[in-house]
């Protein structure tokens, strides 16, 4: 039977993060038409604002996740989703104030609260589930988060275009609130943790990841992967805007169609998992994203680069769901906040290099060239895997310890739902 009808808490849960992700989708469109529309910004700059909402990731990602292994997360939730609401609703009353410099620090605000949220969300997630229903609930937040994307980028679009682009962001600050007291509703209680702060805890983190070939491999293939995913995503709005002559209510409706791969993505990654999570992952991650490669057509046609888009959202979303799942297994409990922000750190580290990339390439070489690259470089990434342990594996191990390179781990001891 469902999780969303068994288990109060995660419905809870995943409604609060569901509404969440919405209210963000449609701050991804709002932002950079605030941006264009009304403070005339450069290609560089619209690649800067998207940086700054992920720099935090490099500066306070490490010590964030030694904090979060010695306390409890939800009340770190609340606190977070409180200041992300207030921060984005002091953008439609800025008035004068707002200028692109504004703007960029409302963003790095709002990311670091993003930093302390997801890795208090990833370290609670574990704790609220049973280990057998970690695969099913990942897999139902990553589908109900696509199709939150989809709503909230549609909507994103048609309320800048109707609402304007700084009203707009009110329902990402509304969406905050409501996840608050979804998160505040739940009865489950974390336990108290006693442990002391100690000075090595972050290197623990650190040599966790780098002493293990299959963490280490996953953790440099999504730094390569969202190096290439962001430089293209930070310019796709205005290529579509400036190169394709489309609409804000179009752009809007055009991304949040290419983002229903991840609604797809969230089930056939799960369902492929009983075939093996190893090849599952690879053709998530290696196979389905060569699609990206339409992408830079999408100034000739839009459907190009639907289905571009759709390809990477669906091979993305199937891939996260294999990993999260594998991740819940294979980390010892104590040691998981440490493991995710030191994956995050390497992983979110690149996005605003990312994102300056694809800027600094719009700015310099044209908008469709810098596509081409950075495009180019998303399924590239997938390399990274092919060059590993994974590809001569059937399934990723479930304990540290088992599964060595090169042969196949106990697919009995795989946790599918």
């Known amino acids: 039977m469902s999780l969303l009808r068994t288990h109060r808490d995660f419905r809870l849960f995943w409604i609060g993060e569901t509404i969440n992700r919405f209210g963000s989708a449609t701050s991804s469109v709002a932002l950079p038409l605030v941006a264009i529309s009304m403070l005339d910004a450069t290609t560089f700059e619209v690649g800067l604002l998207t940086a700054a909402a992920w720099a935090p990731w490099l500066l306070i990602g490490l010590p964030t996740g030694a904090w979060i292994d010695r306390v409890r997360r939800r009340p770190l939730m609340l606190a977070s989703s409180a200041v992300s609401g207030l921060l984005l609703a002091v953008v439609p009353l800025a008035g004068d104030l707002l200028t692109i410099e504004f703007l960029l620090v409302i963003a790095g605000l709002v990311g670091a609260a993003s930093v302390v949220f997801q890795t208090a969300y990833t370290a609670y997630l574990p704790t609220l589930l049973d280990p057998p229903d970690h695969a099913e609930g990942n897999a139902k937040l990553h589908g109900s988060a696509s199709a939150a994307q989809i709503a909230g980028l549609g909507c994103g679009g048609l309320l800048v275009q109707f609402a304007g682009a700084a009203n707009a962001l009110l329902v990402d600050a509304g969406s905050f609130l409501v996840a608050l007291g979804c998160l505040a509703a739940i009865r489950f209680r974390e336990r108290r943790t006693n442990a002391p702060r100690r000075a090595g805890a972050i290197r623990e983190g650190i040599r966790l990841v780098a002493h293990d070939v299959w963490l280490r491999t996953l953790t440099i293939f999504g730094a390569v992967s969202n190096l290439a995913l962001m430089g293209y995503q930070a310019i796709v709005v205005v290529f579509l805007v400036r190169e394709a002559g489309l609409t804000a209510g179009t752009v809007g409706a055009l991304i949040a169609a290419a983002s229903s791969g991840g609604v797809l993505g969230a089930l056939v990654g799960r369902k492929m998992m009983r075939f093996g999570t190893a090849r599952a992952l690879l053709l ?9 490669l339409l992408i830079p057509l999408g100034g000739a046609s839009p459907w ?13 979303v199937g891939g996260n769901v294999v990993k999260a799942t594998f991740l819940q297994s294979y980390c010892p409990p104590d040691l998981f906040g440490r493991l995710t922000a030191t994956n995050a750190f390497v992983n979110y580290g690149t996005i605003p290099l990312g994102a300056l990339l694809g800027g600094t390439l719009g700015q310099t070489l044209g908008l469709t060239p810098a596509l081409w690259i950075t495009t180019a470089g998303v399924p590239l990434a997938g390399l990274v895997l092919l060059a590993s342990p994974i590809r001569g594996c059937r399934d990723l191990p479930t304990h540290q310890g088992t599964g060595t390179p090169g042969t ?4 009995s001891r795989i946790r599918t739902a």
């Open 284 to 292: 998530c991650e290696l196979g389905l994203p060569t699609l990206a």
């Open 304 to 316: 190009f680069y639907l289905v571009g888009a759709f390809g990477v959202s669906l091979g993305v």
């Open 408 to 411: 196949t781990a106990d697919s």
